[in-house]
């Protein structure tokens, strides 16, 4: 068997595949189907520094190779995730990683401040594509200006390991990524959703609730690997690669474009243990051509 294990800065994943936020609740819901420790890593649902009750329904529509989803963050709050959720994850033997939004600078550096006094949660995963309420609206993550306030802001109250989450919907991604490692990010995944429509041709109305929603699945996947392998070479921090997933070969080719570690998301509602075939897959490709570690083949793509 290949050595799977690598690095996210300080953060040691025994394999590099995880889960991606809002696919795989909190864990518990799967753990049923799979056996979470076998995971590299599970990066839990959104959470926010107070209650949300996301958007009204309908909120997800089915499109072609993918989905639209406008759920809108719906979490009880990081009190009640340190309170009741919390210490029913805490000791899942593998990294526990908590996905974090808010809707200004100090909103998400007062979430992680209290993700930071958890002791078993090693990392945060920071969800910049949300709307800056300051201005307009507009998501911190399509600005460098925007970007770097909110990692600002979190690292100087959040000590351990930093993932930053990159939104897909700008002009030059690495500019952001860039911009996020200055801040002191110790990693960035890359892409959260593209932001897209579906329309009820009888009803003559778009589907969603609040007419858009984030695309994901196998459709997003070219463009997400093309903005793994520029950002792989724009930054010296690791990436985490995401972005339509769904077999050891995906996950393989983002590797290969430069990613660390892949993080996959829709294909877990189609099943709930494609994380450990992908895993499987990978070390049966490793064996295959007689390669020792997987990373070997990071960023090997020419």
Request: charged letters at 20%; glycine letters at 10%.
């Amino acid at each position: 068997m290949a050595k799977l294990n690598v690095n996210i800065g300080r953060l040691a994943l025994k394999n590099p595949v995880m889960t991606a936020s809002g696919t795989f609740g909190y864990g518990l819901e799967f753990q049923d189907f799979v056996p979470l420790h076998e995971i590299g890593g599970i990066i839990v649902k959104g959470t926010t520094l107070k209650p949300r009750e996301g958007n009204d329904y309908p909120r997800m529509a089915e499109t072609p190779m993918g989905m639209l989803n406008c759920v809108g963050l719906q979490n009880k709050g990081v009190d009640y995730f340190a309170e009741h959720i919390y210490p029913q994850i805490k000791d899942i033997d593998t990294n526990m990683i908590v996905n974090v939004s808010g809707s200004s600078p100090e909103d998400y550096a007062e979430c992680a401040a209290r993700i930071d006094a958890l002791e078993r949660i090693p990392a945060i995963e920071l969800n910049i594509s949300c709307p800056n309420v300051r201005d307009g609206g507009m998501a911190f993550g399509v600005t460098c200006a925007g970007a770097s306030s909110v990692v600002k802001a979190v690292r100087a109250r959040y000590h351990k390991t930093l993932i930053v989450k990159l939104s897909p919907n700008v002009t030059d991604i690495t500019e952001i990524a860039r911009s996020v490692e200055a801040e002191g990010a110790d990693s960035v995944s890359l892409i959260n959703t593209l932001m897209g429509t579906a329309i009820d041709i009888e009803k003559r109305r778009r589907v969603l609730s609040i007419g858009t929603g984030g695309l994901s699945g196998p459709a997003v996947k070219p463009v997400a690997l093309r903005m793994v392998w520029q950002v792989a070479r724009a930054v010296k921090i690791p990436v985490i690669g995401l972005g339509g997933i769904c077999t050891a070969t995906d996950a393989i080719e983002f590797m290969m474009a430069g990613a660390t570690a892949v993080e996959i998301g829709t294909a877990n509602f189609l099943d709930p243990a494609v994380t450990l075939k992908v895993r499987e897959g990978i070390n049966e490709w490793l064996d295959r051509h007689g390669v020792a570690s997987v990373e070997e083949i990071i960023g090997c793509a020419e």
